[in-house]
């Protein structure tokens, strides 16, 4: 079975800032990689799917790039509705999340 | 609007069988994949299994197949989720949702059910 790995697991940042989290797949997958934003008691909410398209309604500062084995989930100029955990998927598996908090 | 509401009990004793109803409304259960995927509290998110509109196509997380059953019902535009011999460590959060497998994403989901196993 694929593997997906994201790093780093906690990252700390402040409103503005830039922010780059990155997903690794055991190996290639092309371009079917999916990113996901989970806040605390809700459900979570697909952000990008085949590794760069932003779903309707997604805010711009989002982006995603990558092909193969390596992708990353940008967010341009961090604001304070962003703070949440990322999960990136690929098929049936989930990386084990990236958790935003605020510096 | 396609929405999925689950509905089930949140309590289930050790050993006892965990069953979860997601409904489909606002469009049809037909022509999708339908999935379960739960989330221990504070932890990442595990794929439990998926089921083809027709029924006749399943696909279960193998650490948890011998114990999970998905089943689907079109005339009531829903789905099930069965799993026997519940323990301590299948406590968690269960979404269903939309197994979406032209863009290999779950495009829709259910709000969540805690089920705590506890006697």
């Known amino acids: 079975d694929i593997q997906m790995t994201q790093s780093p697991s906690t990252l700390s940042a402040s409103v503005g800032d830039r922010v780059t989290i990155t997903c690794r797949a055991s190996?290639?997958?092309?371009?079917?990689l999916a990113w996901y934003q989970q806040k605390p008691g809700e459900v979570p909410k697909l952000l990008i799917y085949k590794a760069s398209t932003l779903e309707t309604g997604v805010p711009s500062r989002f982006s995603g790039t990558g092909s193969g084995t390596e992708f990353t989930l940008t967010i341009s100029s961090l604001q304070p509705d962003d703070f949440a955990t990322y999960y990136c998927q690929q098929y049936k598996t989930f990386g084990q999340g990236t958790k935003v908090e605020i510096k | 609007q396609v929405v999925l509401q689950q509905s089930g009990p949140g309590l289930v004793k050790p050993s006892d069988t965990l069953s979860l109803t997601c409904t489909v409304s606002?469009?049809?259960?037909?022509?999708?994949?339908w999935a379960w995927i739960r989330q221990p509290p504070g932890k990442g998110l595990e794929w439990v299994g998926s089921?083809?509109?027709?029924?006749?196509?399943?696909d279960y997380n193998p650490s948890l197949k011998t114990r999970v059953t998905i089943s689907l019902d079109t005339s009531r535009n829903e789905f099930s989720l069965r799993m026997t011999s519940v323990t301590a460590a299948d406590t968690t959060v269960y979404y269903c949702?939309?197994?979406?497998?032209?863009?290999?994403?779950?495009?829709?989901w259910g709000q969540g059910t805690m089920v705590t196993v506890s006697s």
């Open positions: 089921i083809f509109y027709t029924g006749d196509t399943t």
């Open positions: 949702a939309r197994d979406f497998r032209e863009l290999d994403i779950f495009d829709l």
């Open positions: 606002g469009g049809s259960i037909s022509n999708s994949f």
């Open positions: 190996e290639s997958i092309s371009r079917w």
